[in-house]
């Protein structure tokens, strides 16, 4: 204590506590309020003009966000095709996390290999993975139209079918589990024994144990992860971009797409800007109404002291 | 040794003297730029922006010491963005204002970026300088960057699309290679000749309707995309309609053209399916040629496009330099981009290996010379000096949104989910409001 200032000493406990918090997250609210905070606000103000990405930057009001709710053909598309995958990769996406976690929480020789193998994919570079996926897709020579045909399916032009290119991105997507898995699992972990063993005397099958034990103890963990699944499916993009290029036709044309189309293809900067408020405000509406879903389903641990 | 303490004193006096050091030395350096000679006087940093791949960079450093040797007041400052990333940075680049002094410009960026002051209209200076020979540029090529009067770049490769043809397939097949005088029967009947069902197809990959292709698709029967001014679709018309039925009807009636599936299955994860070898002939443009040079493991060669009803015509593009809006030193950088634009430059950059077809026919010698080039690749300059066209839209700002509603169509056309006329229904419906705005 004598080497703090004189100062310092007259501050009690919690004060002192507070300025040590204020001191340390001070570099990060410097940062996110230059490079995020301030992006944010100007991306705003630019979603109010008709700003081409370089020069002419005219104030036209709300005319951006009226234009694209009321008369740009590819919204709704891009809407309906951006709602189509979102669900599906939350939802897939959510469950085979949890199988995967499931099974990961197995006390067999060899899992912590198991977990390492199945995390991979999630420090595999995306572009990369893409591509990959791209072979895995092709509707000759690919894996998954050979695993199709051993049980006599002949399967689909995937990426050139406006019918399955979507179905494609959508299973694409749930190679990208890893870390939803390992919070899943961490979740499980956390899960006490002793309910297990009570439920067991109660006379609880495996399923009922399941049901009434891990996806109640589970439930806060289950709904993060659904809602950061959800966040990060409405924003996809490069896997778009590699495999289908919003094609064929409009049919795997989404959000993120359409908005780098018209900020970097056709100019439109401000148009973009309006597109990227609307897509935050649409992931703010459904964290919201996920939260209100969530109110009776998710069951958080309540200590009572 | 006796440690002696450094009193406070003493170290007010060393801090003193060091700062009194470092003002004296800062002085002596600004009386030393002051007598400096003049060529060390106007030292002066072009900075220049470029999408070249790490293979390549040797070539542009090369030029640059040779350059910079002759020039020994200038240094040139690199900064190798990846081809997809250019024309983004750039963006970002202006908004911040920090554009380089020279940058790389793709023939569609020459409207929005020469529009949007980002570009120096160079015209001026071009003319003025004697020694540049800007007559001696292809004019289908220059007017790509001249934007209502205003020349916003020079180009350095603009080619033509040509018919290439897989030698080995029509040598199994004992077809005779295609000729000056093809016209679509010759090639309709060649192709069928060529087709081996699920094996090879006689034309591929694709039927493009992007700028440089729609020329070559359409333009033989009198078809186009756009009108001249680029307000205006020219697709429902008879000629236009012809066209694509002649194209897509070789797709879906008579499968001697990949539709869209069959190009996946050959060509995924992106890798371009005519360096597969299961086409018989196939659109080829000059910047094709290292590809098909390294990976293709056929025999290939060029031929004229194909003349149609309405005579012969194909589509031509490129890319080109210019200087930036807020260069600070734009005579420097004229006189860098008129050497490097110049005849010598283009052979030694871009010709002597073949990567491009140079932007003037006096350099075109070295290119044809070229180790990597097919064997008839004077058809290039032939259709550059005859019959190809600057394929539209590269004038008007909304011209590339309504390029990606065809775009986006013609995918639907290649699968044969739409017919030739809700291809033309559906593109004039979506690119109405476009062209209204």
């Not at chain 2, 900075?47 to 910079?68: M, S």
Request: include cysteine.
């Amino acid at each position: 204590m004598a080497l703090l200032p004189k100062r310092l000493t007259q501050l009690t406990l919690r004060q002192q506590e507070e300025r040590s918090f204020y001191l340390f997250i001070l570099p990060w609210l410097i940062g996110f309020v230059l490079f995020t905070g301030g992006p944010v606000v100007y991306s705003f103000l630019m979603s109010l003009t008709n700003w081409t990405g370089i020069k002419t930057r005219d104030w036209v009001g709300l005319d951006n966000y009226i234009h694209l709710l009321t008369l740009d053909p590819n919204f709704w598309i891009v809407m309906k095709n951006t709602f189509t995958y979102g669900i599906a990769s939350v939802i897939l996406g959510t469950l085979l996390a949890l199988a995967v976690a499931i099974l990961m929480n197995q006390k067999i020789p060899g899992i912590r290999i198991l977990r390492t193998l199945y995390y991979l994919p999630s420090v595999t570079s995306g572009i990369a993975i893409a591509i990959m996926w791209g072979w895995m897709f092709n509707p000759k020579a690919g894996l998954i139209n050979f695993l199709l045909s051993l049980f006599g399916i002949q399967g689909p032009n995937w990426f050139s079918s406006t019918l399955w290119a979507m179905p494609g991105l959508i299973i694409v997507s749930l190679w990208g589990i890893g870390p939803n898995m390992i919070i899943l699992l961490a979740g499980l972990q956390g899960i006490p024994q002793q309910l297990y063993e009570a439920a067991r005397i109660d006379g609880a099958n495996r399923w009922h144990e399941f049901r009434y034990v891990t996806v109640p103890m589970l439930s806060p963990v289950l709904f993060y992860v659904a809602v950061i699944t959800m966040i990060g499916s409405f924003q996809i993009f490069e896997n778009v971009l590699v495999l289908t290029n919003g094609g064929p036709g409009t049919a795997t044309r989404v959000f993120v797409f359409d908005l780098y189309q018209n900020a970097f293809v056709n100019s439109r900067m401000g148009y973009a800007s309006a597109q990227a408020w609307i897509l935050c405000v649409i992931i703010m509406v459904l964290t919201w109404l996920m939260f209100r879903i969530s109110r009776r389903q998710v069951q958080y641990e309540v200590v009572e002291e | 040794m006796e440690n002696k303490k450094l009193s406070r004193r003493d170290f007010l006096k060393a801090a003193a003297a060091s700062a009194a050091g470092a003002a004296m030395f800062t002085q002596l350096g600004q009386i030393a730029t002051t007598f400096a000679s003049p060529s060390q006087q106007d030292a002066v940093v072009l900075k220049f922006a470029v999408h070249w791949e790490l293979a390549f960079q040797p070539t542009q450093e090369a030029w640059d010491t040779k350059y910079t040797a002759e020039h020994p007041n200038v240094t040139i400052e690199k900064i190798y963005n990846t081809w997809a990333d250019h024309n983004a940075i750039v963006l970002t680049w202006a908004a911040a204002g920090e554009l380089p002094d020279i940058v790389y410009i793709h023939g569609t960026r020459a409207v929005p970026w020469g529009k949007g002051d980002i570009l120096l209209d160079i015209k001026d200076r071009m003319e003025a300088d004697k020694a540049f020979d800007w007559e001696g540029i292809f004019q289908e090529a220059l007017r790509l960057y001249n934007v209502d009067g205003h020349q916003f770049a020079i180009p350095y490769d603009h080619g033509p699309i040509l018919l290439g043809y897989n030698k080995d397939a029509f040598d199994a097949a004992k077809i005779d290679y295609p000729t000056e005088k093809w016209t679509t029967d010759d090639f309709v009947k060649a192709a069928k000749a060529l087709t081996i069902p699920g094996q090879q197809w006689g034309f591929g990959a694709d039927v493009s309707l992007g700028n440089e292709s729609y020329p070559a698709h359409l333009g033989i029967f009198g078809g186009a995309t756009f009108n001249d001014k680029e307000d205006g679709l020219l697709l429902d018309t008879d000629e236009s309609r012809t066209a694509l039925n002649f194209w897509f009807d070789l797709m879906h009636k008579d499968h001697v053209i990949s539709d869209a599936a069959e190009i996946a299955s050959v060509g995924a994860g992106g890798a371009d399916a005519r360096l597969s070898g299961q086409f018989a002939m196939f659109r080829i443009a000059t910047w094709d040629i290292p590809s098909f040079h390294d990976l293709s493991t056929f025999k290939y060669d060029v031929a004229p496009w194909i003349s149609g009803p309405a005579g012969q015509h194909t589509g031509s593009f490129g890319s080109g330099f210019g200087a930036t809006a807020t260069t600070k030193h734009p005579d420097e950088a004229w006189a860098y981009l008129s050497e490097y634009l110049s005849k010598e430059g283009m052979e030694f950059m871009w010709a002597k290996s073949g990567r491009g077809s140079p932007a003037r026919e006096a350099a075109y010698q070295a290119f044809l010379d070229a180790p990597i080039v097919p064997e008839h690749s004077q058809y290039f300059l032939d259709a550059m000096k005859n019959y190809a066209v600057t394929g539209h839209p590269y004038q008007t700002v909304t011209g590339p949104e309504v390029l990606t509603v065809i775009t986006d169509n013609v995918t639907l056309l290649g699968t044969g989910e739409i017919d030739v006329d809700t291809f033309i229904k559906n593109v004039t419906e979506q690119s109405a409001p476009i062209f209204a705005r």
